[in-house]
């Protein structure tokens, strides 16, 4: 298997800063993250997936994201860290989910079929053994949704094909990072065993 073909060719991954709640479950346009971009393509590529999609409708978080994202494919970040240059090569910048549907569906020729995830569990909830096991159908590209702030609005979870169990630790504290989260998720689904 050479370096640059994906392994899950059919999988890509989204954070989406819109619409998401924040605390007073109010709904809202997250930051982007300096951390998210880099952290989050990392896993993206490790991992094997087509792309990475970066999704905010603030024009101003989209420039951030691309000026980050060219300093290392294009600037002098590209020859100082050829890792992370090939990383940063799967994040592609987009201003709404259905943007992200469309480059998928031109691209495989299919309407992708949209995992949410979240922190709270959901009665409909696949276990991530049964997801796995979706994935294995080459033929049908998947987008794994991942939301920041205080997680995606049920708009979003109504407009899934399938919501993920949640990460559950040892208490009944359960708020990790989102970088945090799609790396277990991604190990969870993806990862050799």
């Known amino acids: 298997m050479t370096d640059n073909l994906p392994t899950a060719p059919n999988v890509s991954i989204a954070l989406l800063h819109y619409p998401v709640y924040d605390k007073n479950q109010q709904v809202v346009a997250t930051a982007v993250t300096n951390l998210d971009l880099h952290d989050i393509a990392r896993s993206a590529k490790t991992f094997g997936l087509y792309r990475y999609y970066v999704i ?12 980050i994202r060219s300093h290392w494919l294009d600037g002098w970040g590209a020859t100082y860290n050829p890792k992370r240059k090939a990383a940063l090569e799967l994040m592609q910048v987009v201003d709404s989910l259905d943007m992200a549907l469309d480059d998928l569906e031109k691209s495989h020729g299919k309407r992708a079929k949209i995992v949410v995830t979240g922190a709270q569990g959901r009665a409909n909830s696949i276990s991530s053994a049964q997801l796995g096991e979706l994935f294995r159908d080459a033929a049908q590209p998947y987008l794994l949704l991942f939301g920041t702030g205080w997680g995606m609005t049920e708009e979003i979870f109504n407009r899934a094909d399938y919501v993920l169990e949640p990460i559950k630790g040892r208490g009944t504290y359960n708020h990790l990072s989102v970088r945090s989260a799609a790396a277990i998720i991604l190990d969870r689904l993806l990862g050799e065993r």
Not at 56 to 67: G, H, K
């Open 56 to 67: 905010t409708p603030v024009a101003e978080q989209r420039t951030l994201s691309e000026r």
